[in-house]
């Protein structure tokens, strides 16, 4: 039990750190360590525990507190969640206070610049990701595929998009 | 325009503002939210601050909209506000995800389990499409030029479909795309 919570506190302490872009950008690497390397849930859980933190209001890294709950109740979803949160807000309230001061600086300008393709990188890495890591029939592909187009182009609101798709695989699936 | 609070919030009310942000951002668009209640309803800082805030949230490590609270918290009432905008931005959430993990993990086997999974694969299909779609819809306001739209590429390829580490793309293509930026921006 213990050594589950260390192992739930190391990992999301890690990923809390480098969650550039947000926290969508982790998910290829908590994919890999909860479902290959820590064998705590299968892929296909891993893919229901996402579609709940996206279903749910709040931020979609609220996938951290069903990992932690699975491998340790309670306890593990509240470890998750102070690791996963607690580093990086640290982080963003000390950059807050330096960003204040730097308001028109050339470094500011330059990081701006240089992290956006990188976050934008991180955001399809981590769909292109959940696809591989997920074995699905051609009516989900097909869902997926429709809901990328969806979401980009038109103003459709998420939720009725998630209901479809629920939807979609209750009568074709 | 609501500015009766504008200036200094009370710690109560800046908790009260995020709780309901919370409650208010089901399917994400969380930021639109933030920035209707923070700015336009209650006038507690201008766009200029909060879309400074907002890049700031998107620079540093972590969920973009908790850092977003961190930094209205922060800007409003310190350390305190920091901690009220967060724990009032996550509290029902929290508990809401974590009652559908519940029911999830205890609905196997029963009847109706396998209709909740299969209703759970076709909304994880969705999902995927959000986080491609919201690439997608970032790429096109965001990167106007070959360069940088090679680096979103080299980093989506070589952990989407290479099954590269995080952590050592990162270490590699950070790097780069700052020294691309930087030598663009000599020229």
């Keep these: 039990m213990i050594a589950a919570l260390v192992q739930i506190a190391l990992l999301f302490g890690g990923l809390s750190l480098i969650a550039f872009g947000g926290g969508a950008g982790t998910l290829p690497e908590m994919q890999r360590a909860a479902v290959v390397v820590h064998h705590w849930i299968t892929a296909p859980d891993f893919l229901a525990f996402f579609a709940m933190s996206r279903a749910a209001p709040g931020p979609g890294s609220l996938i951290v507190l069903l990992i932690g709950q699975k491998v340790a109740g309670l306890a593990g979803a509240l470890v998750a969640f102070v690791a996963m949160f607690g580093p990086s807000c640290v982080l963003a309230y000390f950059a807050a206070r330096i960003w204040h001061r730097a308001a028109h600086s050339a470094w500011r300008a330059l990081l701006e610049r240089a992290l956006a393709p990188v976050a934008i990188g991180l955001t399809f890495a981590s769909g292109l990701a959940l696809i591989r890591g997920t074995e699905h029939g051609w009516v989900a592909y097909a869902v997926t595929a429709g809901a990328t187009l969806a979401f980009a182009f038109t103003e459709l609101h998420p939720i009725a998009l998630l209901v479809g798709g629920a939807v979609v695989l209750l009568v074709a699936g | ?187």
């Design chain 2, 1 to 187: 325009m609501g500015n009766r609070e504008a200036g200094r919030p009370s710690l109560a009310s800046l908790f009260a503002a995020f709780v309901s942000i919370g409650m208010m951002s089901f399917g994400g668009g969380l930021a639109a939210w933030i920035r209707r209640e923070v700015v336009q309803r209650r006038g507690w800082m201008d766009d200029q601050q909060f879309l400074s805030g907002y890049a700031l949230s998107q620079l540093v490590p972590g969920a973009t909209n908790v850092n977003l609270s961190v930094f209205i918290g922060a800007q409003l009432r310190g350390v305190a506000g920091a901690v009220a905008a967060v724990v009032g931005l996550t509290a029902l959430p929290v508990a809401i995800v974590l009652v559908l993990g519940a029911v999830y993990l205890h609905s196997r086997g029963m009847p109706g389990g396998a209709t909740f999974s299969t209703a759970l694969t076709g909304m994880g299909a969705v999902a995927i499409g959000l986080n491609l779609g919201t690439g997608i819809r970032l790429g096109r306001l965001n990167i106007r030029r070959l360069v940088p739209a090679l680096v979103a590429a080299v980093i989506a390829i070589s952990i989407g479909v290479l099954g590269f580490r995080l952590l050592h793309v990162l270490a590699v293509m950070l790097p780069v795309s700052l020294a691309l930026a930087w030598l663009e921006k000599r020229r």
